[in-house]
Nanobody
Framework: VQLVESGGGLVQPGESLRLSCAAS????????MRWYRQAPGKERELVAT????????IYADSVKGRFTISRDNIRNTVYLQMNSLKPEDTAVYYC?????????WGQGTQVTVSA
């Protein structure tokens, strides 16, 4: 099983990034997918969730209206489009797959928002 995130980097406030998470080794279409983030010295925070078929999404209040989660069940990939980025969005972003008691984590990708 692998979840491989990509797309992180250093951007200025107000700019955008799109994170990708490529999944393999499990039945992707069965799993709900989530993005979490963890800033230095803080607890890991749930950012966004998308259902297995992609028809339902949930966002943390802190990113609502700025971030969009989506998935491509042909390419076994989940995305996080992040617009209007703020310095407080700086964190390591993790991809997470869950189905019942089964769950997998990616290794994380760093996002830094700084002028």
């Amino acid at each position: 099983v692998q979840l491989v995130e990509s797309g992180g980097g250093l951007v200025q406030p107000g700019e955008s990034l799109r994170l990708s998470c490529a999944a393999s080794g499990f039945t992707f279409t069965t799993y709900a997918m989530r993005w979490y983030r963890q800033a230095p010295g803080k607890e890991r925070e749930l950012v966004a969730t998308i259902s297995s078929a992609g028809g339902s999404t949930i966002y943390a209040d802190s990113v609502k209206g700025r971030f969009t989660i989506s998935r491509d069940n042909i390419r076994n990939t989940v995305y996080l489009q992040m617009n209007s980025l703020k310095p407080e969005d700086t964190a390591v972003y993790y991809c997470y797959a869950v189905w019942g008691i089964n769950n997998y984590w990616g290794q994380g990708t760093q996002v830094t928002v700084s002028a």
